[in-house]
Structures are given as C-alpha cells and as structure tokens.
C-alpha cells in the first residue's frame, strides 16, 4: 500500500479520533493535517507486519493531538460542570452544534461533550479504532471483561442522556 492508498482509505477514521477528542472542526483539522505529515515524512518506518495502516495513522494521530493540546493548553476541553457553571447549554449557543446539518450528528455531538475523557476515549478505542476488548485493555491497564462492561454501560448512559 502507498502512502496516497493510506491517505485515501484512513482520512476518515484519522478525523473521527481526532474530532471525538477535540469537539472542534478547525482545531481537528489541524491535527489532521499535522498527522499526514508526519505520517508522509515517517511513512518509509511503516512496517504492516506489525500493524495495520489504519491503527498505525491513528496512533500518530493520538500522539499529534496530545501534543497539540499540551502547546495549546487553552484548547483543553473543559469538564461538564464548568461548562454548566459558565452558562453552556449543549446545542443553544454551540457553534460546533450549530455546524452540525445532521440530527443524529448533533445528538451525538452534545451526548460527547456530556462525557467525561476517559469515557470518550473507550468509545473511541472500541467504535472509530474499533479495537477489541482485549486490545483496549492492554491500552488502558485493564482486564478485558472489566473494559466490556465499562463500554456496556458507557452505551447505556449514553441512550439515557
């Protein structure tokens, strides 16, 4: 695979990850493009025996976005409380719900900013990477049962939000 099949096949799932961190199209976008360079400068280490190009991008993608929020701490998301305490109300005066013409996208989005990190991140790991059980629990330092029923229930508090 060349690194234009790669762009084309994974540009996509490479936005997802970012975004569903993020919640901000200029800023994914950004990143995004901070990814493929640094996958198009890296590209000739690509080695598809020990991962496949799309979790290969994803982790440069993760590693790009956390150095991006770390240059740019004002871009760290805010936890729901504070957010609340300043006024936010999902999908009131959102310029990124606002964006969104979908409504199954601005349902979504607001559920997200609803979340906490971490949450965000298994959903992440399990649905846009769409890692196993077993492969987020090693990522997160867990057993593979535990990781299933925190996205269980994950699931759940979603569809009651």
């Known amino acids: 695979m060349t690194f ?25 976008e950004d990143v995004v493009q901070e990814t493929f360079i640094r996958a198009m400068k890296a590209w000739d280490s690509f080695d598809d025996s020990k ?3 799309k979790t290969w991008l994803c982790t ?23 957010m609340n305490e300043a006024g936010f109300e999902p999908g009131v005066e959102d310029k990124e719900l606002n964006k969104l013409t979908d409504e199954y996208a601005q349902e979504a989005y607001s559920i997200l900013c609803k ?11 399990r649905y846009i990477e769409e890692l196993s059980y077993k492969e987020i629990a090693l990522r997160v330092d867990s057993n593979e049962k535990a990781v299933a029923k925190k996205v269980e229930r994950l699931l759940k508090k979603c569809r009651e939000m």
Do not use: G
């Not at 799932?13 to 800023?27: A, S």
């Not at 790009?64 to 936890?79: D, F, P, V, W």
């Open 4 to 28: 234009e099949e790669a762009y084309e096949k994974h540009y996509e799932d490479v936005y997802k990850v970012i975004y569903m961190r993020l919640l901000n199209r200029e800023n994914t």
């Open 51 to 53: 991962a496949s190009a």
């Open 60 to 82: 440069i993608a993760r590693n790009t976005m956390l150095n991006y929020i770390r240059s740019n701490k004002k871009h760290e998301q805010a936890s729901f409380e504070e």
């Open 115 to 125: 979340l906490e990190e971490s949450d965000r991140e298994l959903l992440i790991m």
